[in-house]
């Protein structure tokens, strides 16, 4: 069966950073999808010409988006935000990392993963690359969960050996069992994907390292994220732990881990070797403002990473970061450069490529996700302005797109994610 969603649309199946007026919009637009797949975007009425009898929905109160793509996102802690007056490496030890030691408790993180990937829809945010939890049951049941919701997720087991605390310490042959496990079970099963995940240099050995390099030589497919240059004591602890090393990156680069399936979450202060490097390996970052705002780690140098082509998208960092929504995290990004004296100044059309297509390339789904071009999967959301809110007010009387994105993304809480299609079907949200 042929469905239409009536509405405004908007999208950007272009890269803005690169070109001008990639903002496409319709105000009274059509978008038609069959077996999951969009197949026709237009105005109405040509769409309703083309499949005159298809099942047509009425979403023309509010504005149709493509599902959101978080980047960067920690499933263990989602009840860990907002914990206030913390540096990174004391917000781990004393706030994050005893919650985490609880998932080995399977009832609960049952529990905690179908909240969070509930929390992930009920926020727009339709694919995710996920750090998962130390423990192989808690990281099955995140999986198990994503697919009962039909998610679109990319995630791993986190592995660490040193410098966390023991309950969350695994060893090189260890790791390498269980996460062998979870890619034969997951990897590639409907829209799951697995990524290696080691915490961080400074939680890893070398030897552990080594173990991801084997399992990504071992399965060239599989996708790879950790953390890297968040915060500045974080950084020098890395450097001492690894002294052959000419910077941070270089920790992770010498086990074979920077490629174009590489997602390096942060890095707020990158040397211009790390620059080019990562711009050469075709890897990625995940942007996360508001966590670097929260945590006080810094401001993202957004207009190095453009100059040397480093490719970024959007991660909501939860619970470093201050919620879910991928909308607050554009206003951050663009508050952010705002202050910043080498900002980039940011258009809602930049705005809605990062929380988007740009996380989708990040991700290599940039042919199946991130925009609404022929073809690839019909994973949209409907955002509705509360009722009384002053974005209702906004949506009556703003005249052009790019102001109704600039208030839907400034007043991104006053919006309702009303409903959302993953690829083609409805998610239930509650």
């Not at 399992?215 to 500045?232: A, C, M």
């Not at 909308?327 to 508050?335: H, N, P, R």
């Not at 994973?379 to 052009?400: A, Y």
């Amino acid at each position: 069966m042929t469905v239409i969603l009536r509405g405004l649309i908007v999208h950007t199946p272009k890269n803005p950073f690169q070109e001008a007026q990639t903002l496409e919009a319709f105000s009274d637009g059509g978008l038609a999808f069959r077996a999951g797949q969009i197949i026709a975007l237009g105005s109405f009425s040509e769409v309703l010409a083309r499949f005159p009898e298809a099942q047509v929905h009425d979403c023309r109160e509010g504005v149709l988006l493509p599902g959101l793509v978080d980047t960067h996102v920690h499933y263990p802690q989602t009840r860990v935000i907002g914990a206030m007056g913390y540096s990174l490496l004391d917000w781990l030890e004393q706030r994050t990392l005893p919650l985490e030691a609880r998932l080995s408790d399977n009832r609960l993180a049952r529990e905690l993963a179908r909240e969070f990937v509930r929390l992930l829809l009920r926020n727009g945010t339709t694919t995710a690359l996920v750090f998962g939890s130390h423990f192989q049951g808690a990281t099955a049941n995140l999986f198990g969960a994503a697919e009962d919701v039909g998610l679109r997720m990319i995630a791993g087991q986190v592995c660490s050996d040193r410098m966390l605390l023991p309950a969350l310490h695994t060893t090189p042959e260890q790791s390498y069992a269980e996460q062998k496990m979870l890619i034969q079970r997951f990897h590639g099963r409907g829209k799951l994907r697995y990524a290696v995940t080691p915490r961080f240099s400074l939680s890893a050995s070398e030897a552990l390292l080594e173990v991801c390099q084997t399992l990504l030589q071992e399965h060239p497919d599989l996708h790879f994220t950790t953390h890297i240059n968040e915060n500045l004591e974080e950084i020098r602890t890395v450097a001492e732990l690894f002294p052959w090393a000419q910077n941070y990156l270089h920790t992770y680069d010498r086990f074979g881990l920077v490629g174009e399936r590489s997602v390096f979450a942060h890095n707020v202060h990158p040397s211009e070797l790390e620059l080019l490097r990562l711009a050469e390996a075709r890897a990625a970052i995940a942007h996360c403002p508001s966590s670097n705002a929260f945590i006080g780690s810094g401001i993202f140098p957004m207009k190095r990473h453009l100059g040397h082509g480093v490719r970024f998208g959007l991660g909501s960092d939860v619970g470093g970061g201050t919620g879910f929504s991928l909308l607050k995290e554009g206003l951050m990004a663009y508050l952010a450069q705002r202050y910043a004296p080498d900002g980039v100044r940011l258009t809602p059309a930049h705005l809605l490529y990062l929380a988007t297509l740009a996380g989708a390339e990040v991700l290599g789904l940039g042919e199946v996700v991130g925009s609404f071009s022929p073809g690839k999967a019909a994973d949209v959301i409907w955002l509705k302005p509360q009722p009384g809110s002053t974005l209702e007010v906004h949506f009556r009387h703003l005249e052009t797109v790019e102001d109704l994105l600039g208030s839907l993304f400034t007043l991104h809480g006053e919006a309702q994610v009303h409903k959302v299609w993953l690829e083609g079907r409805e998610a239930l949200l509650d």
